[in-house]
């Protein structure tokens, strides 16, 4: 006999974020909803965008680690699958980003793919599971050494998590 599966086998995906696309204003340069890691300058963009009309502006004033997205302020469940999608431009060259996904406790539960960013939208993609033990207060962000100098725009962040299909029958 045949084996005759029904339903609907599509994954489900849910936004995570609020104001990844930097749509939905900004406070002290700052976009709504993202952090300003680490003392560098954050500005408002409107003309190096990806979509709409701004984007968020990173102009390092140190030579360390540059982030860019949402810090303390994401709450991800042990053992789900994420989709992230984020925008990237380097005015300062090409550089190295990657993901970061950190745990409550600013443990690294996952690093990305390195890929390289120049002068022009570079998008860059990942998914993951998350397996940290603390799911409050985790941080989503794309990370660059920077120099003193450098200038990042970032736009068009999404977190999706990802839910499979639970309606089928055999």
């Given at each position: 006999p045949d084996?005759?599966?029904?339903?609907?086998?599509?994954?489900?995906?849910?936004?995570?974020?609020?104001?990844?696309?930097c749509e939905s204003g900004f406070t002290g340069g700052v976009a709504n909803g993202w952090t300003d890691f680490y003392a560098h300058t954050f500005e408002e963009e409107n003309s190096i965008i990806n979509n709409g009309s701004a984007s968020q502006k990173i102009t390092a004033t140190s030579t360390s680690s540059l982030y860019g997205g949402f810090g303390d302020s994401i709450t991800l469940?042990?053992?789900?699958?994420?989709?992230?999608?984020?925008?990237?431009?380097?005015?300062?060259?090409?550089?190295d980003f990657f993901l970061v996904v950190r745990d409550g406790t600013n443990t690294t539960d996952f690093a990305g793919t390195t890929v390289s960013v120049g002068a022009?939208?570079?998008?860059?993609?990942?998914?993951f599971t998350f397996s940290g033990t603390t799911a409050n207060n985790c941080d989503v962000f794309l990370k660059v050494s920077a120099?003193?100098?450098d200038e990042y725009y970032f736009d068009d962040f999404s977190l999706e998590l990802i839910e499979p299909?639970?309606?089928w029958t055999v």
């Amino acid at each position: 006999p045949d084996l005759i599966i029904n339903g609907d086998f599509t994954s489900t995906y849910t936004e995570i974020l609020s104001n990844g696309d930097c749509e939905s204003g900004f406070t002290g340069g700052v976009a709504n909803g993202w952090t300003d890691f680490y003392a560098h300058t954050f500005e408002e963009e409107n003309s190096i965008i990806n979509n709409g009309s701004a984007s968020q502006k990173i102009t390092a004033t140190s030579t360390s680690s540059l982030y860019g997205g949402f810090g303390d302020s994401i709450t991800l469940e042990q053992g789900k699958e994420y989709q992230f999608s984020g925008w990237c431009y380097s005015a300062t060259g090409s550089r190295d980003f990657f993901l970061v996904v950190r745990d409550g406790t600013n443990t690294t539960d996952f690093a990305g793919t390195t890929v390289s960013v120049g002068a022009g939208w570079t998008e860059i993609s990942e998914t993951f599971t998350f397996s940290g033990t603390t799911a409050n207060n985790c941080d989503v962000f794309l990370k660059v050494s920077a120099t003193n100098g450098d200038e990042y725009y970032f736009d068009d962040f999404s977190l999706e998590l990802i839910e499979p299909p639970t309606e089928w029958t055999v």
